[in-house]
């Protein structure tokens, strides 16, 4: 509810206000009492979009005045810092990957849909190494010496590899018979044949060879069988396929393409009408592809999601939270102009009106931006949780430039305490806490129905789409991943590996450029409200 309140002048002044399209209001309800005092006339226009934005928002205990204020200033400039060193920009994807579930529509044609890959020449090294030799060099964990057999040498690198090889085509050697994906990402492994022989030699590092033991190599199968089976959330890239490449994310930044249309909406209805436990009978508002409802204002579908068990009902907020994310993405990078050879991209107000105006959107705006808020709870809340998995010495956020690396995992556990000391988390723990089986099941249910949204993300036409869309249902994924998996968290070692936890670089990449992009969608919406107040 806005406040109205006057400066001052009078039953004249206070007739013609009420006479004109202005109405007063409080700018920020978390204002010093100095500040209270100060009044400011907005446009009723211009400030539908955030006059119902306030408040303590539903299933968590945390209003949104508080998330502003820490994201905008403690989270936000360190995210950006974190998201542009050199261990977080590369992102290994595959954009060839065939739609699952419909015939492909083709790839978008419009030229600012399409990614620039990045050459393997341009990528720092030790991030190329954890996609080669996977067979002799695990992850930087002391501990895995202690699986060796004896106190045999490991053996060397197989001769005749170089690092020479074209990009994408790897020696056979280095292969993981086991399916490794990447778990190299924290150790300082080998580019060179010289690189190679001193990473199997490596102290620090455990060596898969003929001095292991039959039961080791099994505990090592039952290993990637337990990290591929039990724990994603989402449908992982093969790193290892000759159609994955490594993409620069601050060379191709996510904003709006030109993509739009049937293609889009398929994409999207596909993920709610059918991942999202709804019935076909419950119309979901403003969906394009639904048939007409007339004056429905979406009461009916708010009437069936307050009915739902909190699991599902969560379920919906976060897919609804990262669309609103990506709607703001599109609307602060907008593709303005097009002329004399010079693309220009900019904030487009009147986008985002449309896309989130209570009038416009007959009250669903104002929906979607509190479920990303929601969203941004759940995965700060992750990032808490997982804090001391990187907190341990073991851990390295290896490129190959020591003075980097070193900077990117302080300034990585720069975010993390920030994270932990928010005192108004989102309690998982309410989660999935009925009876035991019945909890069990539900929670599969849940894992599944959002790997499957990952698969659907390979549907998308235009392929700057498909890589932030990926990337940011990936780093979900992970989130959610690490949300149910508090007890192997805690039981972690500090200086060796368990079976039971682990994230690879890709999942690793995908969790803190995901979170910064909600950082950035709650930035951004500030800016919006200086835009509309500015406008008015």
């Known amino acids: 509810m806005i406040n109205i309140t006057l400066r001052g002048g009078g039953l004249a002044l206070f007739m013609f206000l009420l006479g004109s399209d202005f109405v007063l209001g409080w700018l920020n309800n978390i204002k010093s009492s100095t500040q209270q005092s100060e009044r400011s006339i907005t446009s009723s226009s211009d400030q539908s979009c955030f006059c119902h934005l306030t408040g303590v928002l539903d299933d968590c205990f945390c209003d949104i005045e508080s998330i502003d204020v820490f994201n905008n200033f403690k989270i936000y400039p360190k995210i950006q810092k974190l998201t542009e060193r050199d261990f977080f920009r590369y992102y290994k994807v595959n954009l060839r990957r065939p739609c699952p579930f419909w015939p492909d529509d083709g790839h978008c044609s419009i030229k600012n849909c399409q990614v620039e890959p990045c050459p393997e020449s341009k990528v720092p090294m030790g991030i190329k190494a954890g996609n080669y030799n996977k067979e002799y060099c695990l992850m930087g964990d002391r501990g895995l010496q202690s699986k060796r057999t004896g106190n045999q040498k490991p053996d060397a690198a197989p001769k005749g590899e170089t690092d020479t090889e074209e990009p994408g085509h790897h020696n056979a050697h280095c292969a993981s018979s086991f399916n490794e994906k990447d778990s190299a990402m924290y150790s300082q492994a080998a580019n060179t044949v010289k690189q190679i022989e001193d990473c199997v030699q490596a102290n620090q590092l455990g060596a898969i060879n003929s001095t292991l033991s039959n039961q080791s190599k099994e505990a090592f199968v039952e290993w990637a069988r337990h990290d591929d089976a039990k724990d994603h959330f989402c449908e992982l890239d093969d790193e290892t396929s000759p159609d994955a490449e490594y993409v620069d994310l601050l060379f191709n930044p996510e904003r709006y393409t030109g993509y739009k249309g049937p293609s889009a909406w398929r994409v999207w209805n596909s993920i709610y009408e059918e991942n999202c436990f709804k019935p076909r009978s419950v119309y979901r508002p403003l969906n394009p592809l639904a048939p ?64 989130f105006d209570p009038v416009e959107t007959k009250g669903e ?36 430039n020591t003075e980097e690396d070193a900077a990117t995992k302080e300034l990585l556990l720069q975010v993390f305490n920030e994270t932990k000391a928010f005192p108004m988390h989102f309690d998982e723990k309410s989660m999935f806490a009925g009876g035991k089986k019945e909890a069990k099941i539900l929670k599969e249910e849940f894992r599944l129905h959002f790997k499957n949204i990952s698969r659907i993300m390979d549907c998308v036409g235009c392929s700057s789409c498909r890589l932030w869309g990926k990337l940011q249902t990936q780093g979900l994924g992970t989130a959610l991943k690490i949300l149910f998996s508090e007890k192997e968290i805690k039981n972690l070692s500090e200086n060796s590996t368990s079976k039971d936890f682990q994230l690879t670089r890709q999942e690793i990449v995908g969790l803190l450029n995901a979170f910064g992009r909600l950082s950035t969608s709650i930035k951004e919406l500030q800016n919006f409200k200086t835009l509309l107040q500015d406008n008015r």
Request: glycine content about 8%; some cysteine; hydrophobic content about 35%.
């Open 292 to 355: 007409s409802r007339g004056d429905d204002d979406g009461e009916n579908f708010y009437n069936w999601l307050e009915g739902l068990c909190l699991e599902k009902r969560v379920f919906y907020r976060l897919i609804s939270g990262l669309h609103t994310s990506i709607n703001i993405h599109l609307c602060a990078k907008y593709l303005i102009d097009e002329g004399w050879g010079k693309t220009t991209w900019g904030t487009n107000v009147k986008e985002f009106r449309h896309r």
């Open 365 to 400: 705006g104002t929906r979607r931006l509190k479920n990303l808020y929601f969203l941004y709870l759940i995965e700060l809340r992750a990032l808490s949780k997982v804090a001391p998995y990187f907190e341990r010495t073991i851990v390295e956020l290896y490129t190959g």
